[in-house]
């Protein structure tokens, strides 16, 4: 690790905007002046950009640590904000989205036909018995109505759980579960992968067969058609999108909220074997959102079509598809399906069909672009693109050269952004019109953000050295809590660092000798798979939920296209070894994690070995797994109580 990190600090590569992208730009180095002369101030002006029902008089509360408020006296509606505003300005329109599923069927929606439809559907939640601070779960594909849906809740002051559609039956139940959710809103399915993948016996199946769970909180179930497919059906219960959105009334005027009204829970994996209900308001977060894409992103709502490539299931999606790119009125494409279906070339083919100008996406789909070769963008015209964005896991410079060079012709700046579900919104970052880039660097701190990096011990480690991520400073998009779990809440992220008062973020990161932040990974028991984020824990506990199964460790091994991918080590029951094929076994188990969790879960490889490392203690030491997987020489077994064991599992894995 340590030496493949001296390499990427000697990275000496160094792009400066051209004289004519730092002309037109929004973000501008009087921002971090502004930030650094007084940073509330800087905070509150930037909270101003909204529209505010009742103006607030109070920025940022830090007066009982870690809980934070900011604006908490104003009142605002998000949905308002990021609709009925720009009808008002005279831009109803513009488009909002341009939608495109994946057999190529198209919906151009412009801001006054979103606003319509968000209103009809406030209406219908409202009728179906959902009132302000009720969570309503939504599990559905890229579609319009996915976006509509999260807006809506916003807009009578519920709150929202967006369930990603690639989680299975089981981890939808129990996020809905343990929201306590009212209502799920899903469609028939959606399309990935040039076919119908079904949504809506997930939801059947999460609801159904409750056994000893929680009670039934769900009332309803809303049901958008997308794909025809046939759906069980539910009476009383199951209600079709297409029969009551439309004949539902238009007229609903958006009720203000207090600043600090919880919008949404976002689940995300931690280093237990149950996923986080990360907490964020409306004021805080929506300034940050709105801000950061703006300056980072760059954008020119009059002339800009905005493509962020994530799924509404992931943070990426909350903040930088819906309400970043909406609240700042901003044309955005949103896309159904998968980049290589029905061809390899798919994403190129919507930037030049759609003139997209400015692209954010996760280094994951750059690696594979990568691999397929150049002559895949090369068949299309990529000459709109001006501004390029990287998020979710490290970008190595090569890939980063990549994209500069094959898709960005060498002409448009890179802003590779550091952040979290936790953070809400972006934390370090380039300003695209102001740094000089360094490939593989996320590089600077945003105006108004506080980041470091430190020891174990707290101890700042200074240019040149290396150690913990932390934010030393609150910011107006911080989680609020974990759902339900105050205690965990202060556990996870602040006690480490309760005397400095820092947030401790979880990633290892290095300071080079211009002060820049090299990311290097996590630190503790999360990996990064794809840019998605899984728990080892979570993992290992669906494995020895599985009959099979003794015992299982699991590890991140390094992978050149995911970043990360899932590798398990697995002790099975003699009963079970007698009877299958190891072969057998490993592929049984991996289709079982697909379905407890969700296929990006699914491991990679699965080795059946016959014990597995652990401390005299009986902690598993899954950094010398870790070796295994990756193919190196097993480091330093000394502190195993039985030190042959390693050998044998080197052995069995070859
Ligand atoms: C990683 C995604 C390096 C990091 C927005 C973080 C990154 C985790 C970057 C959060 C980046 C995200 N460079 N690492 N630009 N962006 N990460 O919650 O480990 O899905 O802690 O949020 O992704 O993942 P999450």
């Not at 799920?184 to 079904?198: A, E, L, Q």
């Not at 999360?526 to 669906?542: D, K, Y």
Request: aromatic share 10%; proline share 6%; hydrophobic share 40%.
């Amino acid at each position: 690790m340590s030496s493949q990190i001296d390499h990427l600090l000697t990275e000496t590569r160094r792009f400066a905007p051209s004289a004519e992208f730092a002309a037109a730009a929004i973000g501008t180095a009087d921002l971090y002046a502004r930030a650094a002369e007084d940073r509330e101030a800087f905070w509150a002006d930037q909270a101003r950009e909204l529209h505010w029902h009742t103006p607030f008089t109070k920025t940022l509360d830090w007066s009982n640590p870690p809980f934070a408020t900011w604006f908490e006296d104003g009142e605002l509606n998000v949905a308002y904000n990021c609709l009925d505003r720009h009808v008002e300005a005279g831009n109803g329109d513009r488009f909002a989205l341009l939608w495109e599923g994946e057999p190529g069927d198209e919906r151009r929606v412009t801001y006054a036909e979103l606003t319509d439809e968000v209103k009809r559907l406030a209406n219908v939640l409202t009728d179906l018995g959902v009132e302000a601070g009720d969570r309503v779960a939504i599990y559905l594909p890229m579609i319009p109505e996915a976006v509509a849906s999260m807006l809506a809740v916003a807009r009578i002051g519920a709150i929202h759980s967006v369930v990603f559609g690639g989680f299975s039956a089981d981890s939808l139940r129990a996020r809905i579960d343990d929201a306590g959710a009212k209502l799920v809103i899903t469609s028939d399915g959606g399309y990935r992968k040039g076919r119908v993948s079904p949504l809506k016996p997930a939801v059947d199946q999460a609801l159904g067969d409750r056994g000893q769970g929680p009670q039934e909180s769900v009332e309803h179930v809303l049901v958008v058609r997308r794909t025809e497919n046939e759906v069980s059906w539910t009476e009383g219960r199951d209600v079709w999108y297409h029969d009551v959105v439309p004949a539902a009334s238009a007229d609903h005027e958006a009720q203000p909220f207090p600043a600090e009204n919880p919008l949404f829970i976002l689940y995300t994996s931690g280093t237990t074997g149950k996923p986080k209900g990360i907490l964020h308001t409306s004021g805080g977060y929506l300034t940050q959102a709105a801000f950061t894409n703006k300056v980072v992103h760059d954008l020119h709502p009059e002339t800009d079509v905005y493509w962020c490539t994530a799924d509404i299931g992931w943070i990426t999606g909350h903040s930088y598809v819906t309400y970043g790119p909406l609240a700042n009125g901003v044309t955005q494409v949103l896309y159904e399906g998968t980049p290589d279906t029905p061809h390899p070339g798919r994403w190129w083919e919507l930037v030049e069909k759609y003139g997209v100008t400015i692209l954010y996406t996760a280094p994951t789909a750059i690696r594979s672009f990568m691999k397929l070769g150049r002559q895949v963008p090369e068949k299309f015209d990529l000459s709109s693109l001006r501004l390029l964005g990287s998020v979710g896991e490290p970008i190595n410079p090569e890939a980063w050269m990549w994209y500069r060079h094959v898709i960005g012709g060498d002409r448009t700046p890179i802003v590779d952004t550091w952040w979290q579900t936790e953070t809400g919104a972006m934390m370090v970052s380039a300003l695209p019109g102001v740094t000089e880039t360094k490939p593989g660097s996320a590089q600077v701190p945003l105006p108004g953000v506080g980041v470091d990096v430190v020891d174990d011990s707290g101890n700042k480690v200074g240019n040149g050295g290396g150690g913990l991520l932390v934010l030393t400073k609150p910011w107006p998009s911080m989680l609020r809590g974990i759902w339900g779990d105050p205690e965990r809440f202060k556990e996870t992220y602040w006690d480490k660092f309760e005397q400095q008062g820092y947030y401790f973020a979880g990633d290892g990161a290095r300071l080079d000798e211009d002060g820049d932040v090299w990311f290097l990974g996590r630190v503790d028991d999360v990996m990064n798979v794809s840019g998605h984020r899984l728990s080892t824990t979570e993992i290992e506990s669906a494995l020895v939920g599985n009959e099979a199964v003794a015992e299982a460790a699991v590890v991140g091994a390094s992978d050149e296209t995911t970043g990360q991918a899932v590798v398990a080590f697995v002790i099975v029951k003699q009963s079970y070894l007698d009877q299958h094929s190891p072969e057998g076994l490993a592929d049984t188990l991996r289709k079982w994690v697909g379905e407890q969790i969700g296929p990006i879960a699914r491991p990679r490889d699965i080795y059946i070995v016959g014990e597995l490392p652990k401390t005299r203690s009986g902690k598993i030491m899954r950094r010398l797994l870790r070796d295994v997987a990756e193919g190196r020489e097993v480091g330093d077994t000394t502190t195993l109580a039985d030190t042959a064991v390693m050998s044998v599992i080197s052995a069995q894995v070859k």
